[in-house]
């Protein structure tokens, strides 16, 4: 019997636990720096956790960004389960576009990626406003667009070792 040692190089090897869960660490810590009201500063922990459910929709999804949405809500002193739920919606959404969005080039995915980031800033703006607090203004939803953007050198800083051998321009997943 013949073994078969020939294996293709075409599908994308997972991306190492530590470097997801060292990139969701960072993007916390990122979130936890004091920036006041300045608009456009992206959502760092929103962002990432978009970034990974649609990579590795297996290993990122609803548990991962309701725990860091804790985590952003602890840290920033909001509202107990604003970013959680904002997350968890995030992360549904993302998982759920994950393999259509992977076919197309990066800058439709990140077409694709600035819904769901308004979609979760609506609804941290949505319990904000029912908890009372007054609406940031327009400008708040500008780090949405700021987030999209981002995608783009994202997408070349982690998945390094996502990248196929042999890669295929066919088939781009």
Known sequence: MQQFTNHS???????KAWLVYLSLCIALGLDYVPTGALPGVPDWMALALAFWSIREPARVGMGTGFLFGVLVDIGQGAAMGQHALAYVVLAFLSNGLARRVMWFPVLVQALHVLPILLVAQGLMVAVRVVAGDEFPG??????????AILWLPLDYLLPQQLQPVDRDENRPI
């Open 9 to 15: 190089n075409r599908i994308q090897q997972p991306a």
């Open 138 to 147: 327009w400008w708040y939803f500008l780090s949405s667009a700021t987030g």
